[in-house]
Structure formats: structure tokens, C-alpha cells
């Protein structure tokens, strides 16, 4: 059992009704899943099994929750009382399930762990690279810089020239377009000044 001291401090530090709530569902999990590990997400216990989140617990003011991360899937759709969690609002452990029943909706919850496809990547492409007119000019007239500029990456790239087409005032595009070659002739990225903080 990989237990995380930072969840034996959030016990702790939880109402007298919900203590013994969170002990039980630790214990259960770890009795189901020997190979979880504990860890906080978002604030809240939480328990990791081959690299994913296995389920998740939480304790408020009059009540507790236990999540199971892929919990739809494990128990259907039905959440009890509009309560985060498949088990609704916890105020005991007599409103949880009994231990065996608990361990099976883990050891299904075990079971579909890394079983979720990759989601395919939906974010459209950048489209092509913009240089403007007065930078292409600049660059032409200064040959380390354009050499520079083009060994860098697209990224670094894209970084320069959003930064002169930003500029609301002619004078401001003007002194970037400088300051852009000059920095790129000595062989400098546009975040240069903070590339060693």
C-alpha cells in the first residue's frame, strides 16, 4: 500500500462524523486495490492505479462523498441526492455499500484502467507563418538575423511576429521590429530576458 501522509492530515482535520467515513473508504480501497496510490487532485484524496485516477473522496460540512473516476461506467448514471459521487450524500458509513459490494465496484472500476481510448486530437492546425512586409525588410537587411530567425522553430518564430503585429501605434511596430532584429542578430529568442529566472 502506497500511502501519501497528506491524506492522514486531510482526515484529520475533517468533522468527527466524517473521519471514520474517510478511513473506511481508504481501507476499502486499498483492500481492493493493493496497488493504489494515494495522492491529492484538486484538493482532495485521491487514489491512483496504473497511472490513472481510480476514485477520489471528499468530506464538507455535514457531508462526505467517494467518487469512482469512471464511475457511470461502473455503476450507471444515477447519482444519489445530486450528490458529487455515485454514493450521494455519506453522513455514516451505514450510506455506503456494504464492504463487498464496495470492493466489486472498485475491482470493476480496477478493471477498465487504461482502457479508454486517446481521444483523437481535434484542435485545428495553426495556419501557415505571416511574416509581415516591414519585418521581412528588416530581416533581408541584416543577415544574421534572418539566419537566426529562420533556424528557429516555428514556435519561436510565431513569438516575434505576434509581438510586432500587437503593436497598436506605428511607432510602437516600428521600435519591436528593431529591437526584433537586433535581438535575433545576437542569436536571441523574443523571451530571452526570462529564459535563465
Given at each position: 500500500m502506497k500511502r501519501d501522509q497528506r491524506i492522514d492530515d486531510y482526515i484529520g482535520r475533517q468533522a468527527d462524523f466524517a473521519r471514520p467515513i474517510l478511513e473506511h473508504l481508504r481501507e476499502r480501497v486499498h483492500s481492493a486495490c493493493p496497488d493504489a496510490e494515494e495522492t491529492?487532485?484538486?484538493?482532495?484524496?485521491?487514489?491512483?492505479?496504473?497511472?490513472?485516477?481510480?476514485?477520489?473522496?471528499?468530506?464538507f460540512k455535514a457531508h462526505a462523498s467517494f467518487s469512482l473516476w469512471r464511475g457511470k461506467e461502473v455503476v450507471g448514471d444515477e447519482a444519489r441526492d445530486g450528490a458529487m459521487g455515485q454514493f450521494g450524500r455519506l453522513q455514516s458509513i451505514e450510506d455506503l455499500p456494504p464492504p463487498e459490494a464496495l470492493d466489486a465496484l472498485i475491482l470493476k472500476a480496477m478493471s477498465l484502467a487504461g482502457t479508454r481510448a486517446k481521444r483523437p486530437r481535434t484542435a485545428a492546425p495553426k495556419p501557415p507563418l505571416q511574416v509581415p512586409p516591414d519585418l521581412e525588410a528588416a530581416l533581408a537587411e541584416n543577415p544574421a538575423a534572418a539566419a537566426t530567425f529562420e533556424a528557429f522553430p516555428p514556435s519561436c518564430r510565431r513569438e516575434y511576429v505576434d509581438w510586432i503585429v500587437e503593436a497598436k501605434r506605428p511607432e510602437t511596430r516600428a521600435r519591436r521590429v528593431a529591437e526584433a532584429v537586433a535581438w535575433m542578430a545576437e542569436g536571441k529568442r523574443r523571451d530571452w530576458k526570462y529564459a535563465k529566472c
Amino acid at each position: 500500500m502506497k500511502r501519501d501522509q497528506r491524506i492522514d492530515d486531510y482526515i484529520g482535520r475533517q468533522a468527527d462524523f466524517a473521519r471514520p467515513i474517510l478511513e473506511h473508504l481508504r481501507e476499502r480501497v486499498h483492500s481492493a486495490c493493493p496497488d493504489a496510490e494515494e495522492t491529492l487532485k484538486w484538493g482532495m484524496p485521491s487514489f491512483m492505479y496504473k497511472g490513472e485516477i481510480l476514485a477520489g473522496m471528499a468530506a464538507f460540512k455535514a457531508h462526505a462523498s467517494f467518487s469512482l473516476w469512471r464511475g457511470k461506467e461502473v455503476v450507471g448514471d444515477e447519482a444519489r441526492d445530486g450528490a458529487m459521487g455515485q454514493f450521494g450524500r455519506l453522513q455514516s458509513i451505514e450510506d455506503l455499500p456494504p464492504p463487498e459490494a464496495l470492493d466489486a465496484l472498485i475491482l470493476k472500476a480496477m478493471s477498465l484502467a487504461g482502457t479508454r481510448a486517446k481521444r483523437p486530437r481535434t484542435a485545428a492546425p495553426k495556419p501557415p507563418l505571416q511574416v509581415p512586409p516591414d519585418l521581412e525588410a528588416a530581416l533581408a537587411e541584416n543577415p544574421a538575423a534572418a539566419a537566426t530567425f529562420e533556424a528557429f522553430p516555428p514556435s519561436c518564430r510565431r513569438e516575434y511576429v505576434d509581438w510586432i503585429v500587437e503593436a497598436k501605434r506605428p511607432e510602437t511596430r516600428a521600435r519591436r521590429v528593431a529591437e526584433a532584429v537586433a535581438w535575433m542578430a545576437e542569436g536571441k529568442r523574443r523571451d530571452w530576458k526570462y529564459a535563465k529566472c
